[in-house]
């Protein structure tokens, strides 16, 4: 019988922004690092810098349309909020082990909150009601372009979906390995890390799969997080163990649509994945991704 145990990694998320002006786009990276208490900012070329210090055990981060950013800290059970000046305010209490972070598009925050299997979804004072309940180790989540939302569950191997009004259907099943970060791209299709199998998986609107990328270039055993850029680059937070001897390193991995992946940054293992789009006249936020607690098979 297999026994699993779980390992929070140091680093727990990862949010690209694209900052629009009148000519170009640039993507940052936001990464919330677990261990340190920070959220680290990297721009298009992988250099980073400290936006935020201080946290509890941060983990999930997702971007609202004012460009805001929130960040889950899982050791308190709180959502702070941060301005682009990296100011902090405290946006929700009393959760239980949240992880992924989500904005719908009428401006509510979705939040798996992994120790109790629920969904909660909260206004933007910050009052929260439970959205969804009964989910299996809920860590990743994503909407579709219909606002439809994902949550990966990461124990049962399950991908769900629900409407607006919570009724949820199973979108994907079997995914044994330990599905976590979720995102879409432009096109509307899933992308899927597969956590102990090292894949990345593409699902179409059916819930039809196939590997988009494996066996990547930093020699990654354990994909986390998603997020697209807004050329459409795909970018995989990923854990690299190296057991003999015992090492870890952590990667951010950039993949093209053929997925063809070379590595972008390096750091204490990024984690969670959200992107932020610029429309004419305000942000829409269309992609969100993931965050996990890890688990080790023994």
């Not at 979705?110 to 629920?118: D, F, I, L, P, Q």
């Not at 372009?145 to 990461?154: H, K, R």
């Not at 330990?178 to 509307?188: E, I, K, Q, V």
């Not at 993949?255 to 969670?272: M, R």
Request: aromatic residues 14%; hydrophobic residues 35%; proline residues 3%.
């Amino acid at each position: 019988m297999r026994s699993e145990t779980y390992h929070i990694s140091l680093c727990a998320g990862i949010v690209l922004t694209l900052l629009t002006s009148s000519v170009t786009y640039a993507d940052n990276i936001y990464v919330s690092c677990y261990g340190s208490g920070t959220i680290e900012k990297f721009n298009s070329s992988g250099n980073g810098t400290t936006f935020a210090s201080g946290l509890s055990s941060p983990t999930g981060l997702a971007f609202d349309r004012s460009g805001n950013l929130y960040a889950a800290n899982l050791g308190n059970g709180t959502i702070e909020k941060f301005d682009s000046s990296g100011n902090r305010t405290t946006f929700a209490l009393g959760l239980s082990a949240p992880m992924g972070l989500a904005f719908g598009s009428s401006g509510y925050l979705y939040v798996a909150n992994e120790g109790s299997g629920t969904i909660e979804k909260f206004d933007s004072s910050g009052n929260g009601t439970t959205f969804a309940s009964g989910l299996n180790s809920p860590t990743g989540l994503a909407f579709d372009s219909s606002g439809n939302l994902y949550v990966a569950n990461t124990s049962s191997g399950t991908i769900e979906k629900f409407n607006s009004s919570g009724n949820g259907t199973i979108f994907a099943s079997g995914l044994v390995d330990g599905p976590t970060g979720l995102a879409f791209d432009s096109s509307g299709y899933l992308y899927v890390a597969e956590y102990f199998s090292g894949t990345i998986e593409k699902f179409d609107s059916g819930g039809n799969g196939t590997i988009f990328a494996s066996g990547f270039t930093s020699g990654l055993v354990y994909p986390e997080g998603l997020a697209f850029d807004s050329s459409g680059y795909l970018y995989v937070a990923s854990f690299l163990a190296d057991w003999v001897p015992y090492e870890y390193a952590e990667v951010i991995e950039k993949f093209d649509s053929s997925g063809n992946g070379t590595t972008f940054a390096s750091g204490d293992a990024p984690y969670f994945i959200a992107t932020q789009v610029p429309e004419p006249a305000t942000l829409l936020l269309l992609g969100l991704g993931a965050v996990v607690a890890r688990r080790k098979r023994s």
